[in-house]
């Protein structure tokens, strides 16, 4: 390789790193902003100064230990907690039961089924969120979070594509071998494809905990009965930057968005930790 080529191609490993960090920069300034904002000892919207002037823990205090008519963040996140750990087994569950369907087992339709599925999920949830909320009123499920984890995870099942692209990928050899021993479709699938599939699972626990977590819109919807206690945490900050609220809780409204994202920065160490066993497991096992 002449002196030449090498020097190009140094250029543009340079180049590319210089654009990542670049863009690295851009996207963790507002966070850092957010945080940074979340220890001042004002009130309001601080515009003159990227650090605070005065640092504090009050925020959080407030947040935390003193509730008042506005800001009820305990109850909000145990409401968003519980919603989103239902949403997260029922979705999971759904979503490896109809994966393992399409995956391993033929039946007439299955090919039809697929697509239509396919062409259904690909619609916008919002075109659908007006006749879901008259169906729940009907039922009495408005202003319910029984309601909310029912409609979460009611289609979490037609997100089974990634999910089914890994069965897809484990030998038919392990399912025949377990047929001939005798096993059921039962068996099959709790004992043979759930272990291998360890890596995936991890992903579709995070993907189905993180769609309640910080929902906002269908939140929005659902719950408006204006009792503060039934609020879930994306709701209840954005009441904080109402116009009248803004400057004497926008301090507590950042501290409330770290605090937030707390949970699922521990979800994803626990679950990395799992998800490399899970890929060398699979590995061995296939």
Same mark, same amino acid.
Request: proline fraction near 3%.
């Given at each position: 390789?002449?002196?030449?080529?090498?020097?190009?191609?140094?250029?543009?490993?340079?180049?590319?790193?210089?654009?990542?960090?670049?863009?690295?920069?851009?996207?963790?300034?507002?966070?850092?902003?957010?945080?940074?904002?979340?220890?001042?000892?004002?009130?309001?919207?601080?515009?003159?100064?990227?650090?605070?002037?005065?640092?504090?823990?009050?925020?959080?205090?407030?947040?935390?230990?003193?509730?008042?008519?506005?800001?009820?963040?305990?109850?909000?996140?145990?409401?968003?907690?519980?919603?989103?750990?239902?949403?997260?087994?029922?979705?999971?569950?759904?979503?490896?039961?109809?994966?393992?369907?399409?995956?391993?087992?033929?039946?007439?339709?299955?090919?039809?089924?697929?697509?239509?599925?396919?062409?259904?999920?690909?619609?916008?949830?919002?075109?659908?969120?007006?006749?879901?909320?008259?169906? @729940?009123?009907?039922?009495?499920? &408005?202003?319910?979070?029984? $309601?909310?984890? *029912? /409609?979460?995870?009611?289609? #979490?099942? =037609?997100?089974?594509?990634?999910?089914?692209?890994?069965?897809?990928?484990?030998?038919?050899?392990?399912?025949?071998?377990?047929?001939?021993?005798?096993?059921?479709?039962?068996?099959?699938?709790?004992?043979?494809?759930?272990?291998?599939?360890?890596?995936?699972?991890?992903?579709?626990?995070?993907?189905?905990?993180?769609?309640?977590?910080?929902?906002?819109?269908?939140?929005?919807?659902?719950?408006?009965?204006?009792?503060?206690?039934?609020?879930?945490?994306?709701?209840?900050?954005?009441?904080?930057?109402?116009?009248? @609220?803004?400057?004497?809780?926008? &301090?507590?409204?950042?501290? $409330?968005?770290? *605090? /937030?994202?707390?949970?699922? #920065?521990? =979800?994803?160490?626990?679950?990395?930790?799992?998800?490399?066993?899970?890929?060398?497991?699979?590995?061995?096992?296939?």
């Amino acid at each position: 390789m002449s002196e030449s080529v090498k020097f190009r191609k140094k250029c543009s490993v340079a180049f590319q790193h210089v654009v990542l960090a670049f863009l690295s920069v851009v996207w963790l300034i507002p966070i850092l902003w957010l945080v940074v904002t979340s220890f001042s000892a004002d009130t309001g919207v601080n515009k003159k100064h990227f650090f605070p002037q005065s640092w504090s823990i009050n925020n959080f205090v407030k947040l935390l230990t003193k509730p008042d008519s506005v800001v009820q963040y305990a109850t909000w996140f145990k409401n968003t907690l519980i919603i989103a750990i239902f949403t997260c087994i029922i979705s999971t569950i759904f979503v490896l039961m109809v994966s393992y369907a399409f995956s391993c087992c033929r039946f007439k339709g299955r090919e039809s089924l697929m697509s239509f599925s396919l062409i259904l999920n690909m619609f916008p949830g919002v075109l659908s969120m007006i006749a879901i909320y008259f169906v @729940l009123k009907s039922l009495g499920l &408005t202003n319910s979070h029984l $309601g909310m984890i *029912i /409609v979460y995870s009611a289609g #979490s099942g =037609l997100g089974y594509l990634i999910v089914k692209g890994f069965m897809d990928t484990i030998p038919v050899s392990l399912r025949e071998a377990a047929k001939i021993e005798g096993a059921s479709e039962l068996a099959i699938f709790m004992k043979v494809i759930i272990p291998v599939c360890k890596p995936i699972i991890v992903y579709q626990v995070i993907c189905s905990f993180l769609v309640p977590w910080g929902d906002f819109v269908f939140a929005k919807l659902m719950l408006n009965s204006g009792v503060s206690k039934d609020l879930t945490v994306a709701l209840g900050l954005y009441n904080m930057l109402d116009r009248s @609220l803004v400057n004497q809780y926008f &301090t507590v409204f950042c501290a $409330g968005g770290f *605090i /937030v994202s707390i949970p699922i #920065s521990i =979800l994803f160490v626990i679950m990395q930790k799992y998800y490399v066993a899970g890929v060398t497991s699979g590995a061995v096992k296939g």
